[in-house]
C-alpha cells in the first residue's frame, strides 16, 4: 500500500502511527480475549463448586430422610398401625420423631388399598396426628402408584412437587 502525502511530515506521521495503532489495537484485542476466557473459566468454576455444593447437601437431606423412613419402616408397633389402634406411647414415638428430626413436613402411613390410615403434618413444629375422618386415599397418586413397584426396603424417590390435600395445592 503506497500512501501519497503532499506533507512530508504528515505522510511520516501516518506512515508511523497506522502501524503502531495495528498493533495497539490487536494487542488490546488479545488481552481482552485472554481476560474474557479468565472470566469465563472463574464462572464456570463457581458454578461448578455451587453444583457440587449444592449436590452434597442434598445427597446429605436425603441420607437424613432415607436414614429416617429406615426408622419408620422397623418402628416396632408398625403391625398395630395397620391392624388396630396405635398405642400412646407409639403415637407420642411418632410425634417426637417428626419434631425433632425435622425430615419430613407429613408422614403417611398407606395400607395397600393406597388409604391413609395414619397421618402425622409437621405443623411448623407442633406435630399433630390427623383425625381419622380426615385420612385420604391416595391410590391414584403417582408416588403411591410408583411404591407398590418396590421391593421390600427399597425406597422411592419422587420429583419435587407440590402437596396436594382434598385435591388443592397446599400453600
Same mark, same amino acid.
Given at each position: 500500500?503506497?500512501?501519497?502525502?503532499?506533507?512530508?511530515?504528515?505522510?511520516?506521521?501516518?506512515?508511523?502511527?497506522?502501524?503502531?495503532?495495528?498493533?495497539?489495537?490487536?494487542?488490546?484485542?488479545?488481552?481482552?480475549?485472554?481476560?474474557?476466557?479468565?472470566?469465563?473459566?472463574?464462572?464456570?468454576?463457581?458454578?461448578?463448586?455451587?453444583?457440587?455444593?449444592?449436590?452434597?447437601?442434598?445427597?446429605?437431606?436425603?441420607?437424613? *430422610?432415607?436414614s429416617g423412613l429406615?426408622?419408620? +419402616?422397623?418402628?416396632?408397633?408398625?403391625?398395630? %398401625? @395397620?391392624? #388396630?389402634? &396405635?398405642?400412646?406411647?407409639?403415637?407420642?414415638?411418632?410425634?417426637?420423631?417428626?419434631?425433632?428430626?425435622?425430615?419430613?413436613?407429613?408422614?403417611?402411613?398407606?395400607?395397600?388399598?393406597?388409604?391413609?390410615?395414619?397421618?402425622?403434618?409437621?405443623?411448623?413444629?407442633?406435630?399433630?396426628?390427623?383425625?381419622?375422618?380426615?385420612?385420604?386415599?391416595? *391410590?391414584?397418586?403417582?408416588?403411591?402408584?410408583? +411404591?407398590?413397584?418396590?421391593?421390600?426396603?427399597? %425406597? @422411592?424417590? #419422587?420429583? &419435587?412437587?407440590?402437596?396436594?390435600?382434598?385435591?388443592?395445592?397446599?400453600?
Amino acid at each position: 500500500m503506497k500512501i501519497v502525502c503532499q506533507r512530508q511530515t504528515l505522510c511520516y506521521a501516518v506512515k508511523l502511527f497506522l502501524p503502531l495503532a495495528l498493533v495497539l489495537v490487536l494487542a488490546a484485542y488479545a488481552v481482552h480475549i485472554v481476560e474474557e476466557r479468565r472470566r469465563v473459566k472463574l464462572t464456570l468454576d463457581h458454578a461448578t463448586s455451587e453444583v457440587d455444593s449444592g449436590t452434597r447437601l442434598i445427597t446429605s437431606e436425603l441420607q437424613g *430422610a432415607i436414614s429416617g423412613l429406615l426408622y419408620l +419402616s422397623n418402628f416396632s408397633e408398625m403391625e398395630r %398401625i @395397620f391392624y #388396630s389402634k &396405635l398405642s400412646r406411647e407409639g403415637t407420642n414415638s411418632l410425634l417426637h420423631f417428626i419434631k425433632t428430626s425435622g425430615l419430613f413436613d407429613q408422614i403417611r402411613f398407606l395400607d395397600n388399598r393406597g388409604m391413609e390410615v395414619l397421618r402425622i403434618n409437621y405443623n411448623q413444629g407442633k406435630p399433630a396426628l390427623v383425625p381419622e375422618d380426615q385420612l385420604q386415599n391416595k *391410590a391414584s397418586r403417582y408416588y403411591f402408584i410408583e +411404591s407398590t413397584k418396590l421391593d421390600d426396603g427399597q %425406597i @422411592f424417590v #419422587s420429583p &419435587l412437587d407440590l402437596n396436594v390435600e382434598h385435591g388443592k395445592v397446599e400453600l
